[in-house]
Structures are given as structure tokens and as C-alpha cells.
């Protein structure tokens, strides 16, 4: 079993930047693609970011792309969310999500592994 703990969340203005980490234990991040997924209030879970167990491979929502990046330290049992030019509409609750399979998903059904969650808000 692996347990996921989000940290980094935070207030911050439209326009700044937060870092979210995503540590893993109880088994090698490296076995596992990693998602970034986030619910804002009243709506559903929706997928931000993912990425391969080698970190060759990442894929974004549209709603991200060019703003956000995913990222890996399998050595460090980590994975990071760099979030920059942020938006009002990124406020959410953010997940890291964590499968065993090789993969990239989107869907959160896809995902066996979740962590607690980190808020963001993001100030006008």
C-alpha cells in the first residue's frame, strides 16, 4: 500500500506561483505514473497533469498546458506541481493520484492510489 501526502498549497494572487510536492511511502514512486487532479467546490474531480514512471512522458489539461508543470524526483519518492500565471478559476482542492499501471489516464477511476489534498486559492 502506498500513502500520498500533498504539501504547498496556499493563498496566492492571480498572477503568482505555488509549488505543490506530492511525497510518497510505503512503496517506490518509481512503480507508479503520477497524476495532479483538482476540485473546486460543486463541481467534479477534474485531471490537471500527469506523468510516466520515467518521467519521459507528461500530459496536461487544456485548461494548464503552458502554465503548469509536472515533474518527478523518483529518488526522492516526490512529484511536483509547478503552477505559474495563476488564475481565479485555479482555486480548487489539488489531489496527487498514483496507478500502477505504465499508462498515462485522466480519468480519476483510473487512479488507485490518492492523497488527502492541498487547498489553493487564488486571489483577484
Known amino acids: 500500500q502506498v500513502q500520498l501526502v500533498e504539501s504547498g498549497g496556499g493563498l496566492v494572487q492571480a498572477g503568482g506561483s505555488l509549488r505543490l510536492s506530492c511525497a510518497a511511502s510505503?512503496?517506490?514512486?518509481?512503480?507508479?505514473?503520477m497524476g495532479w487532479f483538482r476540485q473546486a467546490p460543486g463541481k467534479e474531480r477534474e485531471f490537471v497533469a500527469a506523468i510516466t514512471r520515467s518521467g519521459m512522458i507528461t500530459r496536461y489539461a487544456d485548461s494548464v498546458k503552458g502554465r503548469f508543470t509536472i515533474s518527478r524526483d523518483n529518488a526522492k519518492n516526490t512529484v511536483y506541481l509547478q503552477m505559474n500565471s495563476l488564475r481565479p478559476e485555479d482555486t480548487a482542492v489539488y489531489y496527487c493520484?498514483?496507478?500502477?499501471?505504465?499508462?498515462?489516464?485522466?480519468?480519476?477511476?483510473?487512479?488507485?492510489?490518492w492523497g488527502q489534498g492541498t487547498q489553493v486559492t487564488v486571489s483577484s
Open positions: 493520484a498514483g496507478r500502477g499501471s505504465l499508462s498515462i489516464e485522466t480519468t480519476a477511476l483510473e487512479y488507485d492510489h
Open positions: 510505503g512503496r517506490t514512486l518509481g512503480s507508479l505514473t
